[in-house]
């Protein structure tokens, strides 16, 4: 059974970082109004991060990009809620 979370849980976060990615730049146009806020929102914590992290890059830090790979599985799960949840609603009006 641990096998099994451990497998997933390394499957996450693999995944996360390219899945965020793709998300942050599909989800704003595919909702309108405030929900285009919302899945604009991760970029508030995104945008600092990837600065800090390539300054580590440039300082040669060898573990420049974890910063982002630590935050992208959220920024993940956050945009998946949004998308769902501003998909429904605008399905519903």
Same mark, same amino acid.
């Given at each position: 059974?641990?096998? &099994?979370?451990?497998?997933?849980?390394?499957?996450?976060?693999?995944?996360?970082?390219?899945?965020?990615?793709?998300?942050?730049? *599909?989800?704003?146009?595919?909702?309108?109004?405030?929900?285009?806020?919302?899945?604009? %929102?991760?970029?508030?914590?995104?945008?600092?991060?990837?600065? *800090?992290?390539?300054?580590?890059? %440039?300082?040669? *830090?060898?573990? *420049?990009?974890?910063?982002? &790979?630590?935050? %992208?599985?959220?920024?993940?799960?956050?945009?998946?809620?949004?998308?769902? &949840?501003?998909?429904?609603?605008?399905?519903?009006?």
């Amino acid at each position: 059974m641990s096998d &099994i979370v451990s497998l997933l849980t390394g499957l996450l976060v693999m995944l996360g970082t390219p899945v965020y990615l793709m998300l942050q730049v *599909w989800a704003p146009t595919r909702l309108s109004h405030g929900w285009r806020a919302a899945a604009l %929102a991760p970029l508030l914590l995104a945008v600092p991060l990837m600065f *800090w992290c390539s300054y580590a890059l %440039a300082d040669q *830090w060898n573990l *420049w990009p974890m910063p982002f &790979i630590v935050f %992208a599985p959220f920024g993940t799960v956050y945009l998946v809620l949004v998308l769902v &949840i501003g998909t429904r609603r605008a399905a519903v009006a």
